[in-house]
């Protein structure tokens, strides 16, 4: 079978779309999950782009051993340079450089000819080979370039020391079987086994990852994707999807990869965690009706015999049913077994404090749930040093009174303590809090979803403040959907002053 390896842009391409920012702790802390997961290539970052991408890459160019570290670069000096500086303690570094080859986007972007882009393409490869990474140039917008023009931008990049070709579909505007055909037509170009020919589709008409696909039947031996199909616009490729394709339909593709893939979908839930964006429903593999089955003649087929209706089973996306109750009265052993069979790896550290919140939600909850395992380990994997943290907080409200409550915060300072009005009780405290920590950073979104069923649910908000123009997401986690809610704009505020 041929291998075909994952690179992963999650934390570049996935990143650039509106509402999923992370911070460099979030972004390092996802990386080491990516590695776990086993993807080949781990796309950190643009580094010229600013001084936090740049700590970001290095940050995680530093945290990850096994996985090749790439960052991406324009066919520009400044770009490449920076690009090297931030990838200097990778075990692997590559430097992805781009540059755009169509028509349309040489005359109305970069206003260039095509020798103009070719000596480009030459000039940035020879200079991010000399500096010692791998180098993988990507042509932009090629689905839509000149054929024989891409070859000749493909030649000069391989024959200056790249590596790694990529084919990307930017604007996701070509069909599966037109990109099987440039795959093909590279892959014959470039019959070398050493030489990779990568593809990386977009989303724009909902074929990203049949396009994707269609590219590995085509001689593509790498694709570029993101977990949960994040990206600009409409998104990229999914790798939960890619992979399972590749792993279900194997015999047919005649391909396979490395992708752990019980660790699938405690990766999307991290992702999901972090950036506050919940996963839709009927999200293939890792949506939560993606195994589910309320058609009596489903539920009877499903029954008999497995395949009739599951292609492939919960379990080998890491998707568990609970084998064991799990309560108050429920040792430390039994819940670390309970974290190792969901695909957790933590500290004894962050087991422990994970751990201590299990208690106290035992005490809550007459039954743990998997998914209130998830969320607590989840909502903790990624907690940065907290300026203010909750002390306590009482809230009145009615038809009759004006809501009013009452926060009580600890800070380096010590103890603070406000009361303020609003027009419910989740406003009054949001304003008590503002109050207290004198920012007022703006409201701009506010969600909240039970994690669970039943009268006792986590409840889970999400909030996203604008600072200084950048968003803000805070998480919170409770039974109790005010405190969850306080939680979730402290860890907000929190994330923001630290920005400072």
């Not at 095509?114 to 140039?137: C, H, N, P």
């Not at 990624?382 to 009013?404: M, P, R, W």
Request: with cysteine; aromatic share 6%; charged share 25%.
């Amino acid at each position: 079978m041929a291998y075909i390896k994952i690179f992963d842009t999650t934390l570049r391409d996935g990143e650039q779309s509106p509402g999923f920012s992370m911070n460099i702790h979030e972004k390092t802390e996802f990386a080491r999950q990516l590695e776990r997961l086993g993807v080949d290539v781990i796309e950190a970052g643009f580094p010229v782009a600013s001084p936090e991408d740049f700590a970001s890459v290095k940050e995680i160019a530093s945290a990850v051993r096994e996985a090749r570290v790439a960052g991406l670069a324009r066919c520009a000096e400044k770009d490449i340079r920076r690009a090297w500086e931030a990838l200097q303690d990778a075990a692997h570094p590559v430097i992805h450089v781009f540059i755009a080859t169509s028509d349309i986007h040489m005359e109305y972007k970069l206003n260039m000819t095509r020798e103009q882009v070719l000596q480009k393409i030459r000039d940035s490869v020879t200079l991010a080979k000399s500096l010692g990474a791998e180098v993988e140039f990507s042509a932009e917008d090629a689905s839509r370039s000149d054929r024989e023009f891409l070859l000749q931008a493909f030649d000069a990049a391989v024959e200056c020391g790249a590596s790694t070709i990529n084919i990307p579909d930017t604007v996701g505007y070509a069909l599966p079987q037109e990109m099987k055909e440039l795959a093909a037509l590279v892959r014959g170009h470039f019959p070398d086994p050493s030489i990779t020919i990568s593809v990386h589709c977009h989303d724009d008409l909902g074929l990203s990852v049949a396009n994707s696909v269609a590219s590995v039947l085509g001689g593509a031996t790498q694709v570029e994707c993101t977990v949960n199909g994040i990206g600009e616009r409409a998104g990229n490729a999914a790798l939960e999807e890619v992979v399972m394709a590749l792993v279900t339909r194997g015999q047919d593709t005649g391909a396979d990869c490395g992708i752990h893939t019980r660790q699938i979908y405690r990766t999307s839930r991290l992702l999901s965690t972090i950036t506050g964006v919940p996963v839709p429903p009927n999200k293939a593999v890792v949506g939560v009706n993606a195994f589910a089955h309320e058609s009596g003649i489903h539920q009877h087929g499903v029954m008999k015999n497995r395949l009739t209706y599951e292609i492939m089973s919960p379990e080998s996306v890491g998707i568990y049913q609970n084998k064991m109750i799990l309560g108050k009265h429920s040792g430390r052993h039994a819940f670390e077994e309970r974290l190792d069979e969901l695909g957790y790896k933590v500290s004894a550290k962050d087991l422990d404090a994970a751990f201590e919140k299990f208690k106290v939600l035992a005490d809550r909850k007459k039954v743990i749930t998997d998914r209130d395992i998830e969320a607590l380990v989840d909502s903790g994997s990624y907690q940065l040093e907290e300026t203010y943290q909750l002390d306590s907080f009482v809230v009145n409200s009615g038809t009759v009174i004006s809501a009013t409550a009452v926060v009580k915060l600890k800070s380096p300072d010590g103890e603070k303590e406000h009361v303020a009005r609003g027009t419910g009780p989740i406003d009054a405290a949001f304003k008590a809090i503002d109050r207290i920590v004198k920012k007022g950073y703006p409201l701009e979104n506010y969600t909240i979803q039970s994690v669970t069923e039943g009268e006792d649910a986590l409840g889970e908000v999400v909030v996203r403040l604008n600072k200084d123009g950048e968003s803000i997401t805070g998480r919170g986690l409770s039974t109790d959907i005010i405190e969850a809610s306080i939680r979730a704009y402290l860890n907000a505020v929190n994330k923001a002053i630290m920005m400072d």
